[in-house]
């Protein structure tokens, strides 16, 4: 290409046009060939990365909401808590390097991504631009939704995501009726590497995050509300499921239904009815497919509306559950 670049006033210009950006006042040359970075020490580095995601690990060991998977429905939730309870800590525990669940594409790898309205409210509070079909509306990527709803969620102070990190078991404690039924108190916690690793290794034992409003000796702290866990993790796969597996095979009261074939209106519908409080397990809530899995539903397939409406829907739960 024969493009002619000139400098005018330190302003980069390709053939006569000024080209800005952001360092269009840092460049000197047209080359670039006088361009550096500030320096910087390897150890610099290293401290500014553990320092705070050991101070992160301190600040969160005990959490007031434990949000288990961060795909769609469970950052829609995070989003609504988040924004309306910035006392409240949060963490997010994601299994995967990458969060977004199942949401960076729609449905057979497919971009757009559909939501039936009125799932359309949560895009424009959001600011995310779509397509309105009526009934419907078309986001040109589903990648757009993910990405908007991800970075507003990580900008909120509370709020902190542990990613790589695989919630692998359930702190209990007895229920407060006192029968064989159980609590859930916190979450048992490691890197996904590691947890896959389990059946090839020594024991390479967990660390944990402990829901608010327990005592030393483990004891429900009567003076302040109890912490608890929204779990997002998505139906059965590697780590699908975890919680309604987990909780069924640990009390007896509980069933898993398992998910139900493809009926995208019934399923759509039941899935935001059924999101919210575990029966009988005042610390625990689902949303998203998980809630298909505990509740014996149909799968949607791709459309997300229930997936964000779900996590709005739990998200209102817990914030009663602050509120009362
Ligand atoms: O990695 C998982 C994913 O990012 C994560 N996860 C699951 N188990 C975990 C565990 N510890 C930590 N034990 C865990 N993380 O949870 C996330 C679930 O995201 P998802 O997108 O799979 O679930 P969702 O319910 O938010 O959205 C489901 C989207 C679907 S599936 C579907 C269908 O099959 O019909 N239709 C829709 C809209």
Known sequence: MSTTQTQTQNKLSVQSQSVEHCLSDVV?????????????????????????????????????VVIIGAGSSGL????????????????????????GGGCWLGGQLFSAMIMRKPADKFLDELNIPY???????????AALFMSTVLSEVLKFPNVKMFNATAVEDLVTR?????????????????????????????C???NVIELSGY???GERDLSQKHGVILSCCGHDGPFGAFTVKRMAS????????????????????AVVKNA????????VYFAGMEVAEHAGLNRMGPTFGAMAVSGIKAAEDILKHFAA
């Open 76 to 99: 829609s939730a995070a989003y609504v808590i988040a924004k309306n309870r910035p006392d409240l800590k949060i963490a997010i525990i994601e299994a995967n390097v990458a969060p």
């Open 174 to 202: 007895p229920a407060d009726d006192n029968s064989q039924h159980v609590n859930v108190a916190g979450v048992v916690t490691n890197w996904t590497l590691v947890t896959q690793n389990h059946d090839t290794q020594s």
């Open 28 to 64: 000197k040359q047209d080359d670039w060939s006088d361009f550096a970075f500030a320096p910087i020490r390897e150890a610099t580095v290293s401290r500014a990365m553990t320092s705070r995601y050991f101070k992160d690990l301190d600040k969160f060991a005990v959490s007031d």
């Open 250 to 269: 640990i009390d007896s009261s509980k069933s898993y239904a398992g998910m139900k074939g493809l009926d995208m209106n019934r399923a759509e519908d």
């Open 131 to 141: 397509e309105d079909e009526g009934h419907y509306v078309v986001v040109k990527h």
């Open 215 to 217: 005592k030393d000796n």
């Open 276 to 283: 919210g409080a575990y029966d009988k397990v005042g610390s």
């Open 204 to 206: 390479m034992d967990p």
